[in-house]
């Protein structure tokens, strides 16, 4: 067991995860890994009301996250991870986590004159995140982007030769 399932989504949990994709992951816990969220306590509040019924819910700064993996804390879990950038995850990766799949949601576009990667109505890419994109592919990763799970998967592959 372990991680199910990951998601990008600038958002991190909200109803169309809650709803749709948290069921779908399979996961008995919801697991959202961002350093801003998780020291901000009405934010974290907040979210943690957002968890679907039956579900855990981990609230974490990405060094707690590598931390709990490394020492076995979700070996007897299924986990949905929900990040705002693929950089995260290559951390993850690189510090020995599977992932065996991705599915990119929503995500912010970036300010003028950041140069970014338009890789669906929904989701942009900068430089960087592309370059962790690509690694996480390599590693074996599924990766794909998805609004919702009743939208066709679109391929990313054209991004990450």
């Known amino acids: 067991m372990g991680v199910v399932l990951a998601r990008i989504d600038n958002r991190l949990l909200h109803g169309i995860v809650a709803t749709q994709w948290a069921g779908r992951?399979?996961?008995?816990?919801?697991?959202?890994?961002?350093?801003?969220?998780?020291?901000?306590?009405?934010?974290?509040?907040?979210?943690?009301?957002?968890?679907?019924?039956?579900?855990?819910?981990?609230?974490?700064?990405?060094?707690?996250?590598?931390?709990?993996?490394?020492?076995?804390?979700y070996n007897d879990h299924n986990v949905f991870i929900i990040v705002k950038s693929p950089v995260t995850l290559l951390r993850l990766l690189d510090e020995g986590v599977k992932i065996p799949e991705l599915v990119v949601g929503g995500t912010t576009k970036p300010a003028e004159g950041e140069h970014s990667v338009k890789l669906y109505q929904r989701a942009y890419a900068r430089d960087e995140e592309i370059e962790a994109y690509k690694k996480i592919k390599a590693s074996g990763t599924k990766l794909y982007a998805q609004y919702v799970p009743a939208d066709s998967v679109i391929s990313l592959d054209e991004f990450l030769k």
């Open 25 to 73: 992951s399979g996961a008995q816990r919801i697991m959202i890994i961002d350093d801003a969220v998780a020291t901000n306590e009405l934010t974290k509040a907040s979210m943690k009301l957002a968890r679907p019924t039956g579900m855990a819910i981990s609230i974490i700064t990405e060094e707690v996250a590598v931390n709990n993996f490394k020492a076995g804390k």
